[in-house]
């Protein structure tokens, strides 16, 4: 049954790949790259290398324009997200991964370890690299330094194996009742269960569900990516896609927006800041684009330069 479903998975991928070279126009949107909002000229700010196509070509080409050479042994932090989710094509990183000897990283959270692994081939992962369940072990508290409201960030033991993170994310603003990209990667899907309740609760609990008002939630996530930055400093990089999907949320006037293209970046705002200024484009009025700023709690992205995560504005490079 496995070997059927991986067959029927790599010819979904072959599928998807016959269109990965085209610029974004499913939906007859094409992002318009000089009106993001977000985008400067100012030389300081974080750089983003950006390639209007989706293919593995690509996201290397992304990645070796960052000149960023990861040190000792090497984690890919992914979420496999599950069957009809929208988890990144395992297709699309298989050379990045390769070519930084990485290993998959993820977290139990709802399953077992001996679950996480089977979906970890199932999907087409397995394939590429060996896959570490991070939390199979027990976990570790990494230090928020000087955050809103957490004082720890609980990720799985296994972390601490790991010199270099290279973070890889499909990105999606729809789907989600909140903003789903680097930040939720580094934060949310790089904890266990305990974790994901110190995170939602705002600090106040591991060991049960306290949904805190999305503003606490939001500066909670913030928290945590900071504390895995400064886990590792310097030794972080961000990938990310931007395929075509159908939203699945209640959005308003959200569609298709066709495929996008493949991001790099070091700086983990920057990348998602600018992932979701081409989002915000494919609204059709500005009363709609509130709502869907206000949907996703986009302040997220805000809240995360103010804490010292990263910069709201970005330059961007076309290669």
Not at 51 to 60: Q, T
Not at 140 to 154: A, E, N, T
Not at 280 to 303: F, V
Request: charged fraction near 20%; aromatic fraction near 8%.
């Amino acid at each position: 049954m496995i070997q059927r479903r991986n067959l029927l998975l790599g010819t979904a991928s072959l599928a998807l790949s016959s269109l990965a070279c085209q610029p974004a126009q499913a939906a007859g949107f094409r992002p318009n790259l000089a009106g993001l909002e977000h985008r400067v000229t100012n030389a300081s700010a974080p750089e983003v290398f950006f390639i209007p196509e989706l293919s593995d070509a690509a996201m290397l080409r992304v990645y070796r324009a960052l000149s960023w050479k990861p040190s000792g042994r090497v984690g890919v932090k992914v979420n496999f997200e599950g069957h009809g989710k929208p988890y990144i094509d395992p297709r699309l990183i298989t050379s990045v991964v390769r070519e930084a000897k990485g290993t998959f990283l993820e977290s139990n959270t709802y399953s077992s370890t001996r679950e996480r692994l089977a979906l970890a081939a199932e999907l087409g992962f397995a394939g590429i690299a060996p896959t570490d369940i991070i939390d199979d072990e027990g976990s570790i508290d990494l230090p928020v330094p000087g955050g809103f409201h957490l004082k720890s960030h609980r990720v799985g033991s296994h972390f601490a194996n790991y010199d270099s993170v290279i973070s890889i994310v499909r990105f999606k603003l729809h789907n989600l009742p909140m903003l789903g990209g680097t930040l939720k990667n580094l934060s949310i899907t790089l904890s266990p269960y305990p974790g994901r309740c110190n995170i939602h609760s705002g600090g106040r609990a591991f060991n049960r569900w306290i949904q805190e008002p999305d503003k606490i939630l939001a500066e909670s996530i913030t928290d945590a990516v900071k504390a895995a930055l400064a886990a590792r400093p310097g030794r972080w990089a961000f990938l990310a896609a931007m395929p075509a999907f159908a939203p699945r949320d209640n959005c308003p006037g959200a569609v298709d927006a066709g495929d996008i293209g493949v991001f790099a970046s070091m700086d983990p705002v920057a990348i998602d800041s600018v992932c979701t200024d081409i989002a915000l484009q494919s609204a059709p009025d500005a009363a709609t684009r509130g709502k869907w700023i206000a949907e996703h709690t986009l302040s997220i992205l805000d809240m995360a330069e103010k804490n010292g995560v990263g910069s709201r504005a970005y330059r961007l490079t076309v290669l």
